[in-house]
């Protein structure tokens, strides 16, 4: 097969003129899809800029002022927003958002931030192509409010978690996940401030993989490098 995309001569390397029908290695297309401030489509920009073998086609936000929508403006990267509270029910904003991320033609789906939950049709449109990064150390603390209910708990351990979305809220299998401690001292935005730097590392690492072709969800099954994944990385 063809070598690994590190490995293949860059453009206008002197190796392009000894392998001069090396083509220029296609990258990822991904939508990333926010309702927020942004930092983790911010982390995949920056990933993407680094070298990594993605590209962020388009950005979506269910919100118009969503400080997100000007990272994307200022790297250069399309915008829409598909604003839920323009459609009369669920079925329609989602009919409206699944056509706005397919006019991107991804290869891969990003929930990074994004605050509305996605009915069945719209997952299984993008079955298998769709990610979450998600506030806590799942399966514990599902749905909103993450860094209160930790805290309410008393929890030593919190985090963050990446998983293949499915038609289960929050419940498709973990791919990753990045552990901190609680602090004795920790409100909310202490904790969710030092679980968000740890998302900022651990979305464009899984993202990466799924470029690389070492991720893929099989039934609800992950696998990595050609092994089904038994406990989450
Ligand atoms: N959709 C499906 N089908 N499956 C998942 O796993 C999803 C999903 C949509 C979003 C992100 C999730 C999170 O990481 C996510 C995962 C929003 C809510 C929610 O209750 C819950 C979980 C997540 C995102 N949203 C309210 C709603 O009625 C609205 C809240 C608001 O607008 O502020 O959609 O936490
Ligand atoms: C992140 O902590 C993300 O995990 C969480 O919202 C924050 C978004 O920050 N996601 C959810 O709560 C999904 N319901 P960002 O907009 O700066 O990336």
Same mark, same amino acid.
């Given at each position: 097969?063809?070598?690994?995309?590190?490995?293949?001569?860059?453009?206008?390397?002197?190796?392009?003129?000894?392998?001069?029908?090396?083509?220029?290695?296609?990258?990822?297309?991904?939508?990333?899809?926010?309702?927020?401030?942004?930092?983790?489509?911010?982390?995949?920009?920056?990933?993407?800029?680094?070298?990594?073998?993605?590209?962020?086609?388009?950005?979506?936000?269910?919100?118009?002022?969503?400080?997100?929508?000007?990272?994307?403006?200022?790297?250069?990267?399309?915008?829409?927003?598909?604003?839920?509270?323009?459609?009369?029910?669920?079925?329609?904003?989602?009919?409206?958002?699944?056509?706005?991320?397919?006019?991107?033609?991804?290869?891969?789906?990003?929930?990074?931030?994004?605050?509305?939950?996605?009915? $069945?049709?719209?997952?299984?449109?993008? @079955?298998? =192509?769709? #990610?979450?990064?998600?506030?806590? /150390? *799942? !399966? &514990?603390?599902?749905?909103?409010?993450?860094?209160?209910?930790?805290?309410?708990?008393?929890?030593?351990?919190?985090?963050?978690?990446?998983?293949?979305?499915?038609?289960?809220?929050?419940?498709?299998?973990?791919?990753?996940?990045?552990?901190?401690?609680?602090?004795? $001292?920790?409100?909310?935005?202490?904790? @969710?401030? =030092?679980? #968000?730097?740890?998302?900022?590392? /651990? *979305? !464009? &690492?899984?993202?990466?993989?799924?470029?690389?072709?070492?991720?893929?969800?099989?039934?609800?099954?992950?696998?990595?490098?050609?092994?089904?994944?038994?406990?989450?990385?």
């Amino acid at each position: 097969g063809l070598p690994n995309r590190e490995d293949r001569p860059k453009r206008g390397s002197h190796a392009k003129r000894l392998l001069p029908m090396t083509p220029a290695a296609p990258r990822l297309r991904v939508v990333v899809l926010i309702s927020g401030s942004g930092t983790n489509l911010q982390a995949l920009i920056d990933a993407a800029a680094a070298g990594q073998p993605f590209e962020i086609c388009g950005v979506i936000s269910n919100r118009p002022a969503a400080p997100g929508l000007a990272r994307a403006t200022a790297a250069g990267i399309p915008v829409r927003v598909v604003d839920h509270t323009k459609f009369p029910d669920r079925a329609r904003f989602d009919d409206a958002l699944g056509d706005a991320i397919a006019a991107f033609l991804p290869g891969l789906v990003v929930l990074a931030g994004f605050m509305r939950i996605l009915s $069945d049709a719209l997952v299984n449109r993008f @079955a298998g =192509r769709m #990610l979450n990064i998600h506030p806590s /150390l *799942l !399966p &514990r603390f599902q749905g909103l409010h993450t860094h209160r209910r930790a805290l309410e708990a008393g929890t030593a351990e919190h985090g963050a978690s990446v998983h293949f979305v499915t038609t289960e809220l929050d419940g498709g299998p973990v791919i990753a996940q990045a552990r901190v401690p609680v602090q004795a $001292d920790d409100d909310e935005a202490t904790l @969710a401030a =030092r679980v #968000l730097a740890r998302e900022h590392e /651990l *979305l !464009p &690492r899984v993202v990466s993989w799924f470029a690389q072709e070492r991720l893929a969800m099989h039934g609800d099954q992950v696998w990595l490098d050609g092994a089904p994944l038994r406990h989450p990385v």
